[in-house]
């Protein structure tokens, strides 16, 4: 989905003008817009989280057995 910084929003490819261009500003849309850094880093930290539990749960079932 195109990106348009400056109007700071989403548009739809049946928004775009005939020269491919915003409605609003006229400004050239990005093809689309990157994760911000901070998103990465919780999902990475969520999954480094989430393998840790998981090997704490496996040590307790065998230890409980």
């Known amino acids: 989905m195109?990106?348009?910084e400056t109007c700071d929003e989403r548009l739809?490819?049946?928004e775009l003008t005939d020269e491919g261009r915003c409605p609003f500003c006229g400004a050239?849309?990005?093809e689309h817009r990157s994760?911000?850094?901070y998103f990465k880093f919780m999902v990475v930290a969520t999954?480094?989280?989430l393998g840790y539990r998981a090997f704490?749960?496996?040590t307790w079932v065998i230890h409980h057995i």
Request: glycine fraction near 12%; include cysteine.
């Open 2 to 4: 195109p990106w348009c």
């Open 12 to 14: 739809g490819t049946d």
């Open 28 to 30: 050239e849309p990005l």
């Open 35 to 37: 994760s911000p850094w």
């Open 47 to 49: 999954v480094i989280y």
């Open 56 to 58: 704490q749960g496996m």
